[in-house]
Each structure stands twice: as C-alpha cells, then as structure tokens.
DNA sequence: TTTATTTATGCAACCGTTTGCCTAATGCCA
DNA sequence: TGGCATTAGGCAAACGGTTGCATAAATAAA
C-alpha cells in the first residue's frame, strides 16, 4: 500500500494538518519540522493521492478537450496533433492534466462532456468551433464552468473566449507577397462557402486588393471543394479568359496542388507565368513537384494560448473573456519566387 | 450546488447507501424504492461526482497516453490523430477517461507519467515505444498498473502487452502484389536502419523473395532517410546498374515520392517500365503526381485494441499478457497497376 | 512581572460515495 | 404459531486529504 499523509505524520511526529501545509506552502511551519516531514516523505516515497486532494478542495486540476472524430480537417491534417501537444504543455506548466473527450459520444442521458463537468472530473473545456451550438454552450455556462473555443464563428462573437487564426491578415500577406513579385491579377480559390475562415480570408484578400487600388478581378473568387480536382477545375475556368489572372490563392493545399498542375498543364510555368500560395502549409505544399508558398500557422501556440487563457478564467472567474487572433507566417516556396525584373518590364509597357 | 446523493437520498425518503446501490446496481432494492429514487434524481438533475466516486473506490477509472512530443513521426503524420482517436472511442465504451501527458515532462523529482499512476488519477497507461525504457517499464510494474505499448521492440519481446503493426506481412504483401504485376527486381528502399518496423518489413520483404525463389537483388537494400532528396539519391544509385530493379519498395512515403521524381527524370514511365510501393498512405502517396500505391494501416483500430487490452488487464489483473499484430491492407494506384501482359512478354523472350 | 501579540502546530469536521454489518419485515415451513 | 430464511434497506466507518478554529509556547510591550 502506497504511504499516505498520516504515514508520514506518524514517522514525522507531527500532525497530518501540519503535512499538508507543508505540502501546499501554506501556514507558517518552522525549518525544523519541514525537514523532519521532508526526510519522511522522502523514506515512505510518499506522492499525494490526487483524487483524495481533488476531491477535498472540489477541484479536479484538469482540462478537457472536446474533439470532433467526424472532423476530416482535424483527421487528415496535423492541425490536430500541434494543438494538443500545446494545449497538454500549457496544461502540464500549470499543474493540470489534460483530459480528451469525443463530443459527439453520449453517456445515458448527458452528453461526455457535461458528464466530465458534472462529474467535476474537469475545471473547464476547450471546444473546437465545429462542436460548438449556442444549446451546448449555454449548458456549459449552467455548470458554470470556463470554456475556450478553438475558431470563432459570427455567432459567437464576443460572448464567449476563443483563440483563432487571423485570417483576415493570412490573406492580406498573400495578396502584398504576390504583388511584391509583380503578380498582377490575382484570383482567390476557396474550398468552402460559408465558414468563417474562409471570408476572413477572402476579406482580407478584398482589403489588400483596395488597398492598392486594385479591382477584385472579374470572377475572381471561385468557390470548390478542398481537392485537386477541384483545384484543377477552377484554374482551367479561371484561364480561359483571354485576360487571365496571373496568380492564384488557394485555401486549401489539394487545391492548390490541383492549380499547380493545370498551370503544368496548360503549359504555364510556375512561378514565372503562374504564382500560387496556399494556406495550410501540410507537407503537400512543401513536396509538390513546384515546391508551393504557404501560409503556416503555428497550432501549437494556437493550443498554448486556449490552455492558458481557460486556466486563468479556471483561477480567477471574474476575468473578461478573451478573444485571442493568432498571426501566421508566410513560408515562400518557389511556386512565387521570381525574379521581379518581370514587373517591371511589364510596367515598362 | 449541484444536488448530492444525501439530497436524492432525502427527497427520496431512503438512506444515501440505498441511493448508491441503485445507482451501481449492487444488493436487491425494490421497483417502488428504484422508482422513487429516479424521480428525485430527475427533479434535482443529479449527477454522481465522479472524483468522489474514484476517490472511494480507489480507482480513477481513468487511463493515460503518453505522448512523446519530440517524436517528429507523431507529430508530422497523422498517425498520432487516428490512435488518440481509438484509444478514445475505446476508452469511453468501457466508461474510462483518456488522460494525455507528455512523456518528457517531469513533476518536481519525479516524470509526469508516474506522477499519474502514483497520484492514482490513472488506472493504466499505454506507451509508444519510442518512449520504452527498461527504467521506466520497471517503475510502472512497481506502481502495479498494467501498461500496453504502441509498437514493439526486440527487447520488450513477450515481457509486455503490447499492439504493432504486422509489418512483415506488410512487407511479403509488398512484394507479392508487384510480382503479380510482373516486375521481376524488387529493391527496398529503409527510411532508417535499426528500427524494428524497418527490419520487420525487409525481413517481409526477404520472405517473399524466397518463398517465390527469386533472390534479393546485389544492393537491393538501401538505407536512406525519410526525404525526397534521399529517395531521389536511392533510386539514382540503383538504376546506374546494367540490370538495374524495375520496381522497389520504400517504408516511406517521402521516400517513395523521390522514386517517383527520380524514375521520371531519369525518363522512366511509372509504372509500366517502374513500379513503386510505399508504406505510409499519407495524403502524399494519394495525391502524388502518380498515385502511390501504399500499405495502409489502420491506426484507429490499432488504438481501439489497444486501450481495449489495457482495460482488460486493469479490470482483471489476473489477465496474461497479449501481443497482437494488426493486419495491413494494400491500397493499389496507379504506381503499380500496369497491365501484366508485359510480364507475359517478358517470359516469351 | 503581567498582559498582549505573534508563531507554530494540533484537533476535528468535512468533502460525496461506497460497503460491511446489522435489523426489521415478510414469507415459508413444520 | 413459533422458528428460520430471505428480502429490503439503514447505520456508520472508511477512503486521504484540507482547513477553520483553538491553543501552547515564545516573544514583545507595558
């Protein structure tokens, strides 16, 4: 049987009130009993039964992450992956454990996730975007415990935390990159419609064309889904206009590699006659036969951020809500690397 | 205040244990008492606290991953995901909680893993082998949880539980499915040297060979790393040869992506005069510039059995330990499927 | 010296469930 | 009708910590 408090008390001779408080500094004990309890715990090996402390302070030290198994982002991409590891390490640096739940799974009448805070095995959530219903969210806050979303969405707005990816910037960097290699025309390809990240994008793009005193091209936001096919379709339909763009956004790396190999097919090189940059930086972009320029986000600090924003909303409840964008980077490949001399020929005619 | 068992208790008209036997299902309660005790439970909307509960039955019911955040295959693949995924799924059917933690971080003197274990906040903990040490399997048999390890190595043999990937079978299968498209000199082609998954798969491979008493080709084994350039660099180095393989077989799909590039350039057609098998299934493979085939594997399930034995060895510690080796499957495209009237050919020359 | 204050520690209740043991009520048989 | 099983449920201890309150010893102030 592992040592408990009273063990160490006993072979200390002191009381178990004056362990604990050794234990969680508090109270004032003087050196000399700290190190009869310290030699003590040292020879009963003793570690603190966590249950027992969680269950005495009405605090589990835990965190839970809600995941979406039905997810194919989180699934196919390493999105997932960064993220946890983040979430776990800022988890680990406070002193509290990670708990992974399914959202979609159910426990009798209550989903897991409630049960989980219900059952005060977790001290908050963070919950990816896809998960979240204005019922779910509603029912966390009856439990009253802290919640962060991972993305945002237009509902949630301000009411809530969150941590998300400043799209709107991603987009604005991609547009400025491609003007700085003399691109001309640039289309954006989305592989959605609706979903905030993608008009994020798209708005940013917009801002930066104005910004210029450029006209969003005629057509030039294509909608399609996030595969190559997709991302071929749309490049031959953007092309067959005699005053094609020269240069192409994509929101998604399948699509991007589908641009990428219409423009081999239709006999464009790229960069020199084709730019295109992508935005999830997966190793797709990095392999392709033309090494594609991305947008990288880091996810493991995405994750570091909601742990640690819900730990101080667990600590200290009266804190405002947090609304966190995370800057990305732009990796350039050789999809854009060309010389500018183009430009400036071209200005020169 | 969330109601407690006393206040079901109460409302019920019964003594608290009487709750808590309904509630676990033990001893004989009679329809009307189970009646009445549902109704308050209802009306309060109770739900058990589950620390309390762990705390009393000494058991967290609760297991832990350990993840190994340096671990760059984890981490860029998403191998991880899929697992987590299993384990999850697994873990909730069973009503146990999955615990992440890094098996690099450290409590004070002592790792975060056994910090769990001896916090008793888990019941069980499974492993990837890249974090196997013989230190810390002592450690955890000496907190007497049982553990179940992701991937095996020679050393860990039959003195633990632990789930793989049946990679010799992967690698015979490899081999079997380009002699049935009438390739006739297999290379292999290692991402690494002594990992036993590599030499599983070689050994697989070498299997195959012989049972179809062909030979292992003179330098038909090369090890590279896991890069496109080395892939590259591989497939060079083996077609200088007058009598040169004409397909090969790479335990990556990075790799295999360099064979392919290297095979092209060096004006090869794939597959008809080439043929190439990867290992990995990551999108690479699917989207490259011709498909790969490759050996998938299922990783969910993989986490599924895993956690599945954990449980078993948690709930009956009497339990043997289990090895289990999960089968592959060979997704074919279009690097291999070639028409086998040339091997037809061949023969009649 | 007496009294007030500070410092260091002990006592015991409490957190919410579980469970071994005991008892009251019911049913059965002789 | 008394005695013995069986059934249904209550009592109270236990799980391992934490913490408000009380107190003894040591020090400072009067």
Redesign the pocket.
């Known amino acids: ?2 040592a ?3 063990d160490v ?1 006993r072979l200390a ?6 362990v ?2 050794v ?2 500094q ?5 050196d ?2 700290k190190q009869k309890i310290a030699s003590a715990m040292e020879q009963l090996k ?1 570690v ?2 966590d249950i ?2 969680s ?4 605090s589990a030290h835990a965190i839970s992450l809600v995941i979406d198994i039905s997810d194919g982002t989180a699934y196919a991409n390493n999105f997932f992956n960064n993220t946890v590891f983040g979430i776990e390490t800022a988890a680990h640096q406070n002193d509290y454990n990670l708990i992974i739940t399914n959202g979609a799974a159910a426990f009798g009448g209550i989903s897991s996730v409630e049960r989980l805070i219900a059952g005060k095995k977790v001290d908050g959530v963070v919950l990816p975007i896809s998960l979240v219903t204005d019922e779910l969210l509603r029912r966390i806050e009856d439990l009253s415990v802290p919640c962060v979303i991972l993305g945002r969405s237009e509902e949630v707005g301000a009411e809530a935390n969150w941590v998300d990816i400043n799209n709107v910037q991603a987009g604005r960097r991609a547009v400025r990159l491609l003007l700085e290699r003399g691109y001309k025309k640039i289309a954006f390809l989305s592989d959605g419609d609706g979903e905030v990240f993608n008009q994020d994008r798209i708005a940013g793009y917009r801002r930066e064309l104005a910004a210029n005193h450029l006209p969003v091209p005629n057509g030039g936001i294509l909608h399609g889904l996030p595969t190559v096919e997709s991302g071929m379709d749309c490049v031959r339909v953007l092309l067959q206009d005699d005053d094609a763009p020269d240069a192409v956004i994509c929101s998604d790396d399948r699509l991007a590699l589908g641009a990428l190999r219409a423009a081999h097919q239709l006999g464009l090189r790229v960069p020199e006659q084709f730019g295109i940059i992508s935005c999830d930086n997966t190793p797709l972009t990095e392999l392709a036969e033309t090494p594609i320029t991305s947008v990288d986000v880091d996810t493991f600090a995405l994750g570091v951020q909601a742990a640690q924003i819900l730990i101080e909303q667990i600590e200290d409840p009266q804190t405002s809500l947090r609304q966190i964008l995370l800057s990305t980077k732009l990796i350039e490949r050789a999809s854009t690397m060309r010389e500018t001399r183009e430009e400036t020929e071209a200005i020169h005619i």
């Open positions: 049987m592992a408990t408090i009273k008390a001779g002191v009381s178990p009130s004056t604990s408080r234990l969680n508090k109270g004032v004990i003087s000399e009993t003793y603190p039964n027992a402390r269950f005495a302070n009405g």
